[in-house]
């Protein structure tokens, strides 16, 4: 099944301890990205990259560390989490650039991050 | 200029009612206009997509209305069904790009 993988799930943490959220894709895209969700916000791109190797920041990067070394895989790291990184994170994944229409965004199913 | 603009903040409709959601956006530049629906614990899912080349699509129950000159989209889902209670974003892209700046949400609730 064609999917795009977060782990964990769910995780509660304590302010400047660092975690590694990790995202995996199973369909050989090129484009992988980071959203975080908060309400009346609505989602908005943390980084993004365009291949192995190859990342770059979105609106909203400060405090987030990205990697992509393998083409499946692109963790999210947060080297001194805050409380104001509480939030529910999306990993993205597409084939193309979304402008040739044909190649959505496949988003994985959340990571609800909640820093104390 | 990089916003788009969404309403109503949530819905409630009845069963077999028209669902609309409306969106605006400043940005002339934006190519893509996507809406992506987001059931409790998922990610969101792509619904339907327009290019501002065209200013209706229709996919099943599913229709995006697109209006240039004003710089609006809207999603109108008819006959609503229980089903489709979740919450509903606009976004839209630029050209070669592989960013979308999304809506801040509607969640529509359909009762039977």
């Known amino acids: 099944e064609a999917q795009v993988t977060q782990n964990p799930r769910y995780l509660i943490t304590v302010t400047g301890k660092k975690l590694t959220v990790t995202c995996s894709q199973n369909m050989n895209h090129e484009y992988m990205s980071w959203y975080r969700q908060d309400p009346g916000l609505g989602l908005r791109q943390i980084y993004y990259s365009m291949n192995v190797e190859v990342t770059d920041k979105g609106d909203v990067p400060e405090g987030y560390k990205v990697s992509r070394k393998e083409k499946r895989n692109f963790p999210l790291i947060l080297e001194s989490p805050s409380p104001n990184q509480t939030s529910l994170y999306f990993c993205?994944?597409?084939?193309?650039?979304?402008?040739?229409?044909?190649?959505?965004?496949?988003f994985g199913n959340g990571t609800r991050l909640t820093v104390t | 200029q990089q916003q788009v603009k969404q309403s109503p903040q949530s819905l409630i409709v009845q069963k077999g009612g028209i669902s609309i959601i409306n969106c605006a956006y400043e940005n002339t530049a934006f190519d893509y206009f996507p809406w992506y629906q987001q059931f409790p614990g998922k990610g969101p899912a792509l619904l339907i997509a327009i290019r501002p080349d065209v200013s209706e699509k229709k996919e099943g129950r599913f229709t995006i209305s697109f209006n240039k000159s004003a710089k609006q989209f809207s999603l109108h889902i008819m006959d609503s069904q229980p089903g489709d209670s979740a919450t509903y974003f606009c976004a839209a892209s630029m050209p070669d790009t592989d960013k979308l700046i999304f809506g801040t949400g509607t969640r529509l609730q359909v009762f039977p």
């Open positions: 993205a994944s597409s084939r193309d650039l979304l402008s040739s229409y044909n190649s959505p965004l496949h």
